[in-house]
C-alpha cells in the first residue's frame, strides 16, 4: 500500500510538473493509477480530481502573475463549462473511436506548423480584444470544452495553440490562460466522476497534494523561464500525444 501510494504521488508530481508548462500531464498520471490496479473508470475519476486540483492551483499561480487576461477568459469560462457537460453527457452514448484519427491529424498539424515558424509563441503581440476576437474565443472555449468532456487528449494543447494563433499571445501568456479553461472542463467531468462515485478517494487525495506542488512548481518554472522552456515541452507533449492515438488505433 505505501509503496503503491509513492508511486502514484511521484507519478503525479511529474504530471502536475509538466501540465503546468503546456499541458498533457494526464499522459503520466493516469497510467500510473491503471499500473497500480485500480479499474479504468475509478482511475479516470481519481485522476480527474487530483488533476482538477492542480490545474485550479496552477489557474491561480498563474493569475496571480499577471499572466492570466481575464477580459477574455471571463468571456470564456461558462462556454467551456457549458461544452464540457454535453461532452461527458454525449460521451455515454457516443463512441469515441472515430475521433482517434482525426485528432491525431489535427495534433500532428500543430506540433508541425509550431515547428516551421520557429517565431510563433516566442513574443507577445496581442493587441486588444475586438468583437471578432470575442466571439472566436467563446466559440473555441465552448468546442474545446466539449471535446474535453467528450474525448480529451491534446485538449491542452489545442488551447494553448488557439490562443496564440487568434490573439498573437507568447507560449506563457498562452498557456497560462489555457490552464483557466482547463480548470474549468476539469470540473465539469469530475462534478459527474464524483455523482456516480468513480473516485477513490484514498489515493486521490494525497495524489492531489503531490500534483498541487508539481504545478506550483511548474508554473514557476514557466514564468521564470518564458517561451523557451514552454514551447519545446509543449511539442514533446503534443508528439506524445499523437504516438498515443497512433497506438490506439493500431492496437
Not at 509563441?121 to 486588444?128: P, Q, T, V
Not at 494553448?160 to 490573439?167: D, G, H, R, T
Not at 495524489?207 to 504545478?215: F, K, N
Not at 506550483?216 to 514551447?231: I, N, Q
Amino acid at each position: 500500500m505505501v509503496l503503491t501510494l509513492i508511486t502514484v504521488c511521484l507519478a503525479g508530481f511529474l504530471a502536475a510538473t509538466v501540465d503546468a508548462i503546456a499541458g498533457g500531464g494526464g499522459l503520466i498520471s493516469l497510467p500510473a493509477l491503471l499500473l497500480v490496479g485500480i479499474p479504468p473508470q475509478l482511475a479516470l475519476g481519481t485522476n480527474k480530481f487530483a488533476s482538477t486540483t492542480a490545474s485550479f492551483n496552477s489557474s491561480f499561480t498563474y493569475s496571480r502573475s499577471g499572466k492570466v487576461y481575464f477580459p477574455l477568459v471571463k468571456r470564456q469560462v461558462f462556454f467551456t463549462f457549458l461544452g464540457a457537460c454535453l461532452g461527458v453527457w454525449s460521451v455515454l452514448h457516443i463512441g469515441t473511436d472515430f475521433l482517434n484519427k482525426i485528432v491525431f491529424f489535427l495534433i500532428l498539424f500543430v506540433g508541425i506548423y509550431t515547428v516551421i515558424r520557429k517565431d510563433l509563441g516566442m513574443e507577445d503581440h496581442f493587441r486588444g480584444l475586438k468583437p471578432s476576437g470575442i466571439a472566436w474565443g467563446m466559440a473555441f472555449a465552448f468546442v474545446l470544452g466539449f471535446y474535453d468532456g467528450f474525448f480529451g487528449p491534446g485538449t491542452g494543447s489545442f488551447l494553448i495553440f488557439a490562443f496564440i494563433a487568434l490573439y498573437g499571445f507568447d507560449f506563457v501568456t498562452a498557456s497560462a490562460n489555457a490552464k483557466v479553461l482547463n480548470f474549468t472542463s476539469n470540473l465539469a467531468s469530475l462534478l459527474l466522476f464524483a455523482w456516480m462515485g468513480k473516485i477513490v478517494y484514498l489515493y486521490a487525495l494525497p495524489m492531489a497534494l503531490a500534483m498541487i506542488t508539481g504545478s506550483r512548481l511548474g508554473t514557476r518554472l514557466a514564468v521564470r523561464r518564458g517561451a523557451t522552456l514552454v514551447k519545446p515541452v509543449f511539442l514533446t507533449m503534443s508528439l506524445l500525444v499523437a504516438v498515443k492515438l497512433v497506438w490506439q488505433v493500431l492496437r
